[in-house]
Every structure is written in C-alpha cells, then in structure tokens.
C-alpha cells in the first residue's frame, strides 16, 4: 500500500461522482494510475457505474488494492433493481449486486438506492418490503425523487421512520445551487435537464448521513450554499455519525475545487480534521467574475 494514503479514520467521507476525468491533473500515463491517485486525496466515491451494470470481479480486487486503507466505495443499485423492477421480485439481481461488491469488505461504504419521480408514496408497501428483504450486513441509503415524498407531512412522516427503523440513510440531493444560477452554456443546460429540483431536507435517519452537492460551473456562485452543509455536517459528527458528502459541477472538471473548499471551511471550524488536497499538478484556478 502506498504510503502517500492517509492513515487515520476520517471523521467524514469526501469525495467526487467519479475518480477519473480527462481534465484533472492526475498522471494519466496508465489508466491504473487514476483509483491510487484520487485516493490518496479523497476517502470516498460515488460508484455511479454501478447503475448500469455490476463491475467484474477482477475490477473489484483490483479497487480493493489500488486504494486507500481507509477508502470507502459508495455503490449505486443497479437500474435493473430500481427502475426496471421497481423493487420487486428482484431478489435474484440484489443477490448478484451484493456478492459482487462484497469482497471489498471494510471498503465498502453506503450502498445506495435512486428511486425515479416514477416512485411515488403510492409504492410505499413496495418500498418496506424490499428493505425489509436486505440482508443486514451491508449500510444502505435511499434517494427519493417524487414530490410526495417532501411534503412535511404524515407520508414523508411515515417514510422516514421506516428508514430510522432500519438505520437506512436518506439522501439528500441538493440542486439549489444549479438552479439559482441557470447559465446558457450547453453543459449548464443539460445538467438541468437532468438533475431533479427537489426540496432540501437535512435529517439523519441512520449513522451516515449521505449528502451530494451540485454547484453551478462557477463554482464561486455555489460556495454560499455550502455553508449551511458545514454546520450540519459538524452538527453530525457531534452526533457521533459519519457524514458522506460528495461534490459535483455540471461537467464535474471543477468538483475537486469544491470539495477543497468545503474542507476548509470544516477545517476552520475544527483545526484537527485536515484541509482536502488534491492532486500534486494543481488545478487551475476558477475564475473569481
């Protein structure tokens, strides 16, 4: 293991949608150079690839190796689970899904659910019987994307005691900032075709609190709408939870910078939890205006 890892338990997990991108200054002399690189820097991944088909085995022991001690893979329930099966008669895939990423053993974060606005309060019964069908020895987190589901009500009342009951994290989305600042460019445009505008809210239903952050290209006209994650963040941590927070941009060439921020911002709140780095090639700078 390479000793450039960090070696002690992070507080909370940082981390990106991928660890590889062609506009980050990671040497990309091999393509195995990305995981160990991205690792040395960020403790977590989102493991979006997932969603569309399970990784090989070798793919896993190679992850397994190529990281960080104490790196933690977030994967995402395939699209077979979630959107073509809707939960149901689907133990067969969640079987498969599970064993394949099992052998990650102690690096295996939150796995986690992304239910379309297709997903509706009416599949509540739905929903509690496949959880109540997971095996226990994994941390799992739901994303709901229906409006039913935000509502302050009984329905999101009842939702999020069948999550706390089951220690499953609820987890948020936060769009806000995209959708303050609408650019015209082609990339900003597509991500807000793409990405839901759903309420925010911040509750803990299990012990990892699971947050993703998408901020305009100009990253600078997001960073106030971080702040409030800073104190909620330290708030759970305070609980003795472990947060997960991972950053994206619309094309996510800036999201390193964003995550730096963000630890420093938790940093100046709290000296002993170390400033995020990023890669030894630094990024170039956002523009300020």
């Not at 963040?233 to 991972?246: A, M, V």
């Amino acid at each position: 293991m390479h000793n450039d890892y960090p070696q002690n338990i992070p507080s909370y997990y940082i981390g990106l949608a991928q660890w590889h991108h062609p506009d980050w200054h990671i040497d990309q002399s091999a393509a195995n150079q990305a995981l160990p690189e991205y690792s040395k820097h960020f403790s977590s991944v989102e493991g979006n690839s997932s969603f569309y088909g399970l990784p090989s085995t070798s793919s896993i022991e190679n992850w397994k190796q190529q990281s960080g001690q104490h790196f933690k893979f977030c994967f995402k329930f395939p699209q077979t689970i979630t959107h073509h099966a809707k939960l149901q008669h689907c133990d067969r895939q969640v079987s498969e899904f599970l064993n394949r990423v099992a052998p990650l053993e102690n690096k295996l974060g939150t796995l986690w659910l992304q239910l379309n606005a297709s997903f509706s309060p009416k599949d509540f019964d739905k929903l509690s019987r496949f959880i109540q069908s997971l095996p226990p020895d994994f941390n799992y987190g739901i994303e709901v994307r229906h409006t039913g589901f935000f509502l302050k009500d009984d329905t999101e009342k009842r939702f999020n005691q069948l999550l706390m009951q089951h220690t499953i994290d609820r987890i948020t989305f936060d769009t806000r900032a995209l959708f303050a600042h609408p650019s015209k460019d082609a990339i900003t445009q597509e991500a807000l075709r793409a990405k839901p505008r759903m309420p925010v809210h911040a509750i803990a239903t299990g012990m990892s609190p699971f947050v993703r952050i998408i901020t305009p290209l100009k990253i600078n006209d997001g960073y106030a709408y971080l702040m409030p994650w800073v104190k909620k963040t330290l708030q759970w941590i305070d609980e003795e939870r472990t947060p997960y927070l991972f950053f994206h941009t619309p094309d996510n060439k800036e999201a390193p910078e964003v995550a730096r921020f963000f630890s420093g911002e938790i940093h100046k709140h709290r000296p002993d939890i170390p400033v995020q780095s990023i890669w030894d090639k630094a990024l170039p700078q956002p523009e300020l205006f």
